[in-house]
């Protein structure tokens, strides 16, 4: 596991401070969702009342994602951070006072105008770093996800059980807005210098918007698929096994594996394909639930797949960033971060209802086998890339081979 690619990697002008405020700027971001649903519960309505808010809010960034992109491909970085920013601000700081249907509806809206952050960094990281370097970036960015995730959803919880919900509201109002005022006196490059002194050329959506790059985008939503079924599980194990006071602790661990297994990742000399990564983590979360109710025993069995984790996600971002021309990344980009989440939120309600009718046993097998079907189905389309794509492609297909 070697160090100095990182240390290389963080040397090259503007990295180490677009990770930096990544890393800050995503933290507001993963905790709107507990906070809002903690908020409507505050309020005496239902978990059903609550979910139907957070489903608002995904269909909103599913849509809104890619369009932001396609705004930044086109008019730049700052009119659209500034654009979303605003209505984070106005949606955060009076979603408190909104009655529930206008909240049911604003809740859209907000998520049609989220803040880019996440594919925005990686859009940024792809121009800032060398091709032959994206993989230890994206791995390295992988990481601050990670981390991200592990601070956002427990202040979120913290500071609504602390300061109330209406309070860590207006928090994450100035979190948000704070996220996109420093993402806009940042102004990271959305291209590298090489291209944008290569001569302007229209890119048309057919030319990067292929079957093999859809099926790209359903392997990165099985990777999501997977990783909230298993939470899913793991939750109800620990909820059958009448020791719920340890989950925190138990997706702690959880997700430590990920950051070991993203941090190794980059070390390494050769990457691998998306599919062989992603197809290894479901295959290695089928066979979890044959493990038991005994939620340590249940850790130590994710740990295989748990490594593969950040390693899965961060190799499909780095294919679709060698994979579609610049001018067309920030959409790209976006249509990434709406099939994650569409992995989640589908995994939700099935993962729910296998958990209910045979036991979370039966969730991990199903998760595990969704992500392997989705790897033999992209695996025929993965060898069918047009021939302008094929010379960045090809290390990721012999992998797959």
């Known amino acids: ?215 790209l985008l359903g392997t990165a939503a099985a990777a999501t698929f997977v990783l909230t079924a298993t939470e899913l599980a793991l939750v109800a194990v620990m909820d059958h096994s009448g020791e719920t006071e340890w989950t925190g602790l138990a997706i702690g661990l959880w997700c430590v594996c990920s950051l070991v297994g993203g941090f190794v990742y980059g070390g390494l000399s050769k990457g691998f394909s998306p599919l062989v990564l992603i197809g290894g983590m479901g295959l290695l979360t089928i066979p979890v639930g044959l493990v038991g109710g005994d939620w340590r025993w249940v850790i130590v069995a994710l740990v295989p797949s748990g490594v593969l984790c950040a390693p899965g996600l961060s190799s499909t971002v780095e294919a679709l960033s060698r994979w579609v021309p610049a001018g067309a990344r920030g959409e790209a980009m976006g249509l990434h971060g709406t099939a994650l989440l569409i992995g989640g939120a589908v995994s939700s309600p099935i993962a729910g209802a296998v958990i209910d009718g045979a036991g979370p046993g039966w969730a991990f097998a199903v998760a595990g086998l969704v992500s392997v079907t989705m790897v033999l189905i992209a695996l025929p389309f993965w060898r069918r890339i047009p021939s302008p794509m094929e010379q960045p492609m090809e290390q990721p297909m012999a992998a797959a081979a």
């Open 1 to 215: 596991m070697a160090i100095e690619p990182y240390r290389r990697l963080l040397t090259l002008p503007g990295v180490r401070t677009l990770m930096l405020v990544g890393l800050l700027a995503r933290i507001p971001s993963t905790a709107t969702g507990i906070t809002l649903t903690l908020h409507i519960r505050s309020l005496g309505l239902s978990w059903l009342a609550a979910g139907a808010v957070g489903t608002a809010t995904t269909v909103g960034m599913a849509v809104g994602s890619p369009l932001a992109g396609r705004f930044v491909d086109r008019h730049g970085l700052r009119p659209v951070l500034l654009v979303t920013g605003v209505a984070q601000l106005a949606f955060w700081s009076s979603a408190w006072a909104l009655p529930y249907p206008v909240l049911l509806v604003a809740a859209v809206v907000a998520g049609l105008l989220a803040l880019p952050v996440f594919s925005v960094i990686r859009q940024c990281l792809a121009a800032l770093v060398p091709v032959e370097q994206r993989r230890i970036g994206f791995s390295l960015d992988s990481i601050m996800v990670e981390l991200s995730y592990m601070a956002g959803p427990a202040l979120g919880v913290l500071g609504s059980t602390m300061l109330g919900s209406t309070w860590t509201m207006c928090v994450v109002a100035a979190g948000l807005t704070c996220s996109g005022v420093a993402l806009i006196l940042l102004n990271p490059p959305t291209r590298s210098a090489e291209e944008l002194e290569a001569p302007a050329e229209k890119v048309l959506r057919r030319q990067w918007l292929t079957p093999g790059l859809l099926t």
